[in-house]
């Protein structure tokens, strides 16, 4: 069983900061790409950073210069930090990894999310 659990969603005003966690755990053997998504009411899930197992990041152009991603291989665990937030930003959003299990399978796998409110 492999489980991800987010943390650290809120809700915050307009120009405001959060930070997200997301920590894997269970049967992992390795950890490739972990990511964050974002699925705001009515709209599609979106990308909003990834990172490699080496530390290489990825944005959508909204986010970037605002939002960063870092990660903790020791502690299999992924950050957002969200800085000068915007009312669009309003989400659920969700972390990701892909990752291989003690049995050697591999695949993708999402927490359950974790609420973002921008108020205007």
């Known amino acids: 069983q492999v489980h991800l659990v987010e943390s650290g969603g809120g809700l915050v005003q307009a120009g405001g900061s959060l930070r997200l966690s997301c920590i894997a755990s269970g049967s992992i053997s390795s950890i490739n790409n972990m990511g964050w998504y974002r699925q705001a009411p009515g709209k599609q899930r979106e990308l909003v950073a990834t990172?490699?197992?080496?530390?290489?990041?990825n944005y959508a152009d909204s986010v970037k210069g605002r939002f960063t991603i870092s990660r903790d291989n020791a502690k299999n665990t992924v950050y957002l930090q969200m800085n000068s937030l915007e009312p669009e930003g309003t989400a659920v959003y969700y972390c990701n990894g892909d990752l291989r299990d003690y049995g050697g399978s591999y695949g993708a796998y999402w927490g359950q999310g974790t609420q973002v409110t921008v108020s205007s």
């Open positions: 990172i490699s197992s080496g530390g290489v990041t």
